[in-house]
């Protein structure tokens, strides 16, 4: 019975499959307003004439002509992670399938970049489908309609995340917020320009290290005006945003006022044995949205 | 606001200093990961790299049904990850310079003063603004690696980088890495 009403439900396949697609392009060729106002405050505070001024000068022109020509902001197009809320006795496998197709389509259209890498020959001949990818998560919710939210993540910046096990003793960082944000700067002075700065951090307290790197990615969700509703945490977040950009090392690494542009920290319970404090760095360029579906599966409403 | 223009000249690459912004406008070469580890194991490039530039990109390539190719986006790579080879490529086949993101390392930095070479910065995820600057696809090598590893031979307008490292052992990388680590350590 249940089968059969769902069944009903997901029967404008080929709408899932378009509004897949529309997301996808969306996500990769327009960045959502809360990113592009912090961006264009780091634009203003930059220093006229430096190189600087001059990066973000680019990225401004960037943001632009990607959303007019709908064109990637970035050719590295990521990792496509889609998160699926859904109402109980949703068909997992069905979504898949649609989803992948959307992807193909999506790849053909040349929204997304050939980007699935075969790890043992090195091939990279799909069309973004592989092991592991897209990555999808399913998680069950009371609405009735299904709500998508996706996230490009490019290589760069997925490349500069960081984990520490605490206490990490070179920086005498021991398990507490203190020791906390000793971690935190020291992933950010590491990081440099690498991850196509001025960046914004995900990060999770806790969990193992499996669930902590995928709940500091969750923080990325959140949108950039929040206010972490932990009084501790919406403090911490600040004070590192504010401490990362007298480092100096500003956008793509050229010297500057603005290293990060956001910070958003998550808590997870750990074992009395671990702490771990996970790092997911996100370049400018932080591609991320969302959508409501109608019961036909059209898209209602944008969330980002 | 300096300019290259193609053919490029040693005697350019020379003058130009950490810091400078600058617009090029002639040849560029992409190669990344792929191409500079099939270098590495003694395969010898398809094309002659002397006096020219190589452009750390994958870029996002549609053909079109002429044949002929369009390019849609093409920011600059990672670059540290050709750390173990670019100074060979310098020494061996004499390119100018790199273009990419992130700066590179000693081995590199030694090689631009060895060698006479500059390190170019591009504005990491700048691919619209890139791909604008890319006038027309002259040629691809090596498309078995897969597009983005391919060598792609491309014809520049304009195209905005700025000098991280120089050819006389000047790294802008390095002079950030470790300002900012004192001022790091000042705040711990």
Not at chain 1, 8 to 26: G, Y
Not at chain 1, 82 to 109: D, M, N, S, W
Not at chain 2, 9 to 14: D, G, P, Q, W
Request: net charge positive; charged share 25%.
């Amino acid at each position: 019975m249940a089968t059969k009403k769902l069944a009903a439900k997901l029967s404008p396949d080929k709408n899932l499959e378009n509004s897949i697609i529309e997301l996808l392009r969306v996500t990769s060729t327009v960045i959502p307003d809360d990113i592009q106002n912090v961006i264009m405050k780091a634009l203003k505070r930059e220093e006229k004439k430096t190189s600087a001024e001059y990066a973000m000068n680019i990225i401004k022109a960037n943001i632009k002509l990607a959303k007019t020509k709908s064109q990637p902001l970035c050719q590295d197009t990521g990792t496509i992670v889609i998160k699926v809320y859904h109402p109980p006795g949703f068909h997992q496998t069905q979504f898949r399938k649609i989803c992948e197709k959307a992807v193909v389509k999506a790849t053909k259209l040349g929204y997304l970049r050939q980007n699935s890498v075969d790890s043992l020959t090195g091939e990279n001949k799909t069309m973004n489908i592989g092991p592991g990818h897209p990555q999808l998560h399913f998680i069950e919710h009371k609405a009735k309609s299904i709500h998508l939210k996706c996230m490009l993540k490019g290589g760069g910046c997925e490349n500069v995340g960081a984990q520490y096990a605490m206490p990490y003793t070179p920086l005498e960082a021991g398990r507490d917020l203190a020791g906390v944000r000793k971690v935190i700067l020291d992933a950010i002075q590491k990081a440099q320009g690498k991850g196509c700065g001025p960046g914004t951090l995900g990060i999770c307290i806790g969990g193992d290290r499996g669930a902590g790197y995928q709940h500091a990615k969750e923080q990325l969700f959140r949108k950039m005006d929040d206010i972490n509703p932990n009084k501790e945490l919406a403090k911490l977040e600040k004070e590192i945003v504010e401490t990362a950009n007298k480092l100096g090392i500003g956008p793509m690494g050229f010297g500057g006022k603005t290293t990060l542009l956001g910070c958003k920290i998550g808590v997870l319970n750990r074992l009395p044995a671990s702490y771990f404090v996970s790092i997911s760095y996100m370049c400018w360029a932080f591609r991320r949205q969302g959508v409501t579906l109608k019961t036909d599966q059209t898209i209602s409403k944008w969330l980002y | 606001m300096k300019t290259l223009n193609y053919p490029f000249k040693r005697e350019e690459i020379l003058e130009l200093k950490v810091g400078d912004m600058v617009l090029i406008t002639g040849k560029l070469f992409t190669g990344r990961d792929a191409v500079h580890h099939r270098i590495h194991k003694g395969t010898k490039p398809p094309v002659n790299l002397e006096n020219q530039i190589i452009y750390h990109c994958g870029p996002v390539v549609l053909e079109n049904k002429d044949g002929s190719y369009k390019v849609t986006a093409a920011g600059p790579t990672t670059s540290i990850r050709e750390e173990p080879y670019e100074w060979e490529v310098m020494r061996d086949y004499k390119i100018l310079g790199v273009i990419g993101k992130g700066g590179m390392g000693p081995k590199t930095l030694q090689g631009c003063k060895d060698y006479g070479c500059v390190y170019m910065h591009a504005i990491g995820g700048a691919a619209q603004v890139l791909a604008e600057k890319i006038t027309s696809v002259e040629n691809v090598y090596w498309r078995d690696l897969g597009s983005p590893e391919a060598i792609w031979e491309l014809n520049v307008v304009e195209f905005p980088v700025v000098i991280t490292m120089d050819a006389h052992g000047n790294s802008l990388h390095k002079d950030i890495e470790d300002s900012s680590a004192i001022k790091l350590k000042e705040i711990l």
